[in-house]
């Protein structure tokens, strides 16, 4: 069962360069998470929404629950961005994608 | 606040071994799940608890038992370690109404 589509599943980018991540599910849903999760590392929540977009500094989210979509935009991309983004939906449970493995070169 | 902790951070383990993960969080959160990872594959649900005294299945509970006798800790037990339980376990908080999910540092397990 795939829940949770993202892609691409693996994305190189040179430092600078605007980055999309795409998330589609097939759940209903009440809200959407985006997760980070560096090499080796912990696991951190960076975005969580229901509607619309949201923005922190460099990482913008949007969703369209309609469609059952979001994206995650990283703009000028920087090295330390190089990690996995993990979209996950959530209604009565949390579903996750297997994520988007990230690479900005510098 | 330290968030979420686990221990031990890597473990190794012979096949039939028994061992508790352990988690715990300062939060005075009352949901409290446990997740596996493996590699390309998101995360699943093992169990999950929605306060102290009640605990529930998730995803993939066989081979796991869970307890919650406190609000603050939230232990996973392997009752008898397969091979097919190698993986990066991580246990995660938050609070009632589905906010923001605080995730420890993992458990990374083999067993051999």
């Known amino acids: 069962k795939n829940e949770?589509?993202?892609s691409p599943q693996n994305l190189t980018a040179q430092e600078g360069e605007f980055i999309t991540i795409n998330c589609s599910y097939s759940v209903g849903i009440?809200?959407?998470?985006?997760?980070?999760?560096?090499?080796?590392?912990?696991?951190?929540?960076?975005?969580?929404?229901?509607?619309?977009?949201?923005?922190?500094?460099?990482?913008?989210?949007?969703?369209?629950?309609?469609e059952k979509h979001s994206s995650l935009h990283i703009t000028a991309s920087h090295p330390?961005?190089?990690?996995?983004?993990?979209?996950?939906?959530?209604?009565?449970q949390f579903y996750f994608g297997t994520g988007?493995?990230?690479?900005?070169?510098? | 606040n330290a968030g979420v902790t686990q221990t031990p951070k890597f473990q190794v383990l012979k096949t039939?071994?028994?061992?508790?993960?352990?988690?715990?969080?300062?939060?005075?959160?009352?949901?409290?799940?446990?997740?596996?990872?493996?590699?390309?594959?998101?995360l699943r649900l093992i169990h999950y608890s929605v306060g102290a005294g009640i605990t529930d299945q998730g995803e993939v509970p066989n081979g796991y038992n869970v307890s919650r006798?406190?609000?603050?800790?939230?232990?996973?037990?392997?009752?008898?370690?397969?091979?097919?339980?190698?993986?990066?376990?991580?246990?995660?908080?938050r609070g009632t109404h589905q906010?923001?999910?605080y995730f420890g540092p993992g458990t990374r397990l083999l067993v051999l």
Not at chain 1, 42 to 52: A, D, P, T, Y
Not at chain 1, 100 to 106: A, E, G, K, R
Not at chain 2, 30 to 39: A, I, K, L, T, V
């Open chain 2, 16 to 42: 039939g071994q028994s061992m508790t993960l352990q988690c715990a969080q300062d939060m005075n959160h009352e949901y409290m799940s446990w997740y596996r990872q493996d590699p390309g594959m998101g």
């Open chain 2, 99 to 101: 906010e923001t999910q």
């Open chain 1, 80 to 92: 330390r961005d190089s990690a996995v983004y993990i979209c996950a939906p959530t209604g009565n």
């Open chain 2, 69 to 93: 006798s406190t609000t603050e800790d939230f232990p996973l037990r392997l009752l008898s370690a397969a091979p097919s339980q190698t993986s990066v376990y991580f246990c995660a908080s």
């Open chain 1, 30 to 66: 009440s809200a959407l998470h985006w997760l980070q999760q560096h090499p080796g590392g912990g696991i951190v929540s960076l975005f969580m929404l229901s509607s619309g977009k949201k923005k922190h500094g460099r990482l913008i989210a949007t969703i369209n629950i309609q």
């Open chain 1, 4 to 6: 949770v589509e993202q």
């Open chain 1, 100 to 106: 988007t493995s990230l690479t900005v070169i510098p």
